[in-house]
């Protein structure tokens, strides 16, 4: 899976707690939650879909690592089999 | 013979509009089956029946407006073997045996344009949306299953709209949308204007905060939701909901109505939980029986109370019937709620973030994860000591994660 791949599952999901905001105008440094104000239902909804898409687990422990674009990315990414 | 009336979704609700009737004539119905689609200034809601029984004739057409308690049909209860012919044949008053669909739709106003009084086949979350977009169902084409109309359908009957009425010199496409949706979020504010202007003029409120000590339930949770998949991990808001509950058991004068005068204990436990809508707005729709199901439930069915909130496809016993108020703003770094009360409830708790803090015990100085647990009861209901007995029961229930 590249980059871009990865990219679109993200902006897939987001897309599908947040309907009205375009993922692309994301700065990647961004706090993803707070730029779209999305709660945390909405949140671990988000990374649920991301499990499902690229098969990657994500411990509890670990999800503030997936607080802005790039780190999601990073983490996605660094954790695909 | 039992009746199916216009029920209250909300203190503030004076009349409904029956949009849709999900069921016919002699159809046998359950008690919690969806019959109808009852349109209030909150929205679009899947309205149940609370008997097992035969549908009679409707005595209300879709379409029409009609007060809170109206009986909008019958439904026979007590010979659920009866064969539903000879349901049929039972004469309804006034209305003798002509459909009461063809009632002929009001022309006048565009509000009543915007659905049609036929039958059309229309997932209520597309209905919302034709609401939301001023468009009238009766010119769409569907393209779903059986020609049934589908989101995408609105949508594209909204843009065609709004290319053929704008202005040549208007550059703004967007321009009509906003003006569509304002009406449906300034229609919401008046609904909520209105609960909340009740509960200010008429609930004398006091207001009691304390903080709690969340370190051991959090740890408990960590290690409980390590031993689950993603699926299955529970928020730590699903804690202190269900602490909530339980403390709620110990100290029921808080879960009730103030009707007629005097508090109404409620036995059932129903926390209405403040969900945003991203449009705007708020509805606080009920999860049943709280203190009765497992934390895994608990978060299966406030995971699902939000989706459906927000793609509108809430029942109608959801928005109607919580005992009590939960609004939890800690998502949004607030440290103290200080609720307005729904009326005719008589209390709301109030859920702040969840952070570290410098905490004392026992002469000495540690840091601890905490939340700001607050309390906005009826004064008219109960006493501050009451208040504070809640408190220190959630704080105590809290405490044992294991049990909770």
Sequence with gaps: MTEQEVHAHIFAELKKVAPECDPAELAPDANIREALDIDSFSFLRVLVGLHDATGVEIPESDYGKLSTLATMTGYLLAHLS | ?404
């Excluded at chain 2, 859920?351 to 004064?379: F, S, Y």
């Excluded at chain 2, 501050?384 to 229930?397: D, S, T, V």
């Design chain 2, 1 to 404: 013979m039992g009746e199916f009336r216009m029920p209250s979704l909300g203190a503030d609700m004076e009349t409904g509009k029956l949009v849709e009737w999900l069921v016919t004539p002699g159809q046998r119905v359950k008690r919690g089956d969806i019959v109808a689609l009852v349109e209030t200034q909150k929205g679009l809601f899947e309205i149940e029946v609370f008997e097992d029984g035969i549908m009679g004739e409707p005595l209300i057409a879709a379409g029409q407006t009609v007060p809170v308690g109206t009986v909008l049909a019958r439904i026979d209860t007590g010979a659920a073997k009866a064969a539903a012919a000879e349901m049929r044949a039972e004469p309804v008053a006034g209305k003798a045996s002509e459909p009461a669909s063809t009632i002929t739709p009001q022309k006048t106003a565009p509000q009543q344009q915007a659905i049609s009084s036929e039958r059309v086949a229309c997932s209520p979350s597309a209905r919302r949306l034709a609401l939301e977009l001023g468009v009238d169902l009766a010119t769409v084409r569907g393209s779903g299953p059986h020609g049934a109309i589908q989101r995408s359908d609105i949508e594209a009957a909204a843009h065609a709209t709004a290319q053929a009425t704008a202005a040549p010199p208007e550059p703004k496409a967007a321009g009509i949308e906003p003006t569509a949706a304002q009406t449906t979020e300034s229609r919401m504010r008046q609904a909520i204007a209105a609960a909340v202007s009740r509960a200010n003029r008429e609930i004398p409120h006091y207001y009691l905060a304390t903080e709690i000590d969340l370190s051991r339930p959090l740890q408990w949770l960590e290690a409980e939701n390590n031993k689950r998949s993603i699926r299955e991990r529970i928020l730590p808001v699903v804690l202190l909901l269900k602490a909530t509950a339980k403390a709620l058991r110990d100290v029921p004068q808080l879960n009730g109505f103030w009707l007629d005068d005097r508090l109404q204990v409620q036995s059932d436990i129903h926390i209405g939980f403040a969900i945003a809508l991203r449009t705007g707005g708020l509805i606080s729709p009920a999860i049943h029986h709280v203190d009765r199901l497992q934390l895994g439930e608990l978060m299966q069915a406030l995971a699902d109370l939000i989706e459906r909130t927000r793609v509108g496809r809430l029942r109608g016993s959801e928005v109607s019937n919580a005992t009590v108020s939960v609004t939890n703003l800690g998502d949004r770094g607030v440290q103290t709620v200080f609720g307005v009360i729904y009326p005719p409830q008589v209390a709301l708790i109030g859920l702040g973030k969840i952070g570290e803090r410098p905490w004392a015990e026992n002469g000495m100085l540690g840091v601890r994860r905490c939340v700001t647990a607050t309390l906005a009861a009826d004064h008219r209901a109960t006493d501050g000591h009451q208040g504070a007995l809640f408190l220190e029961a959630l704080n105590r229930h809290l405490q044992k994660p294991e049990v909770l």
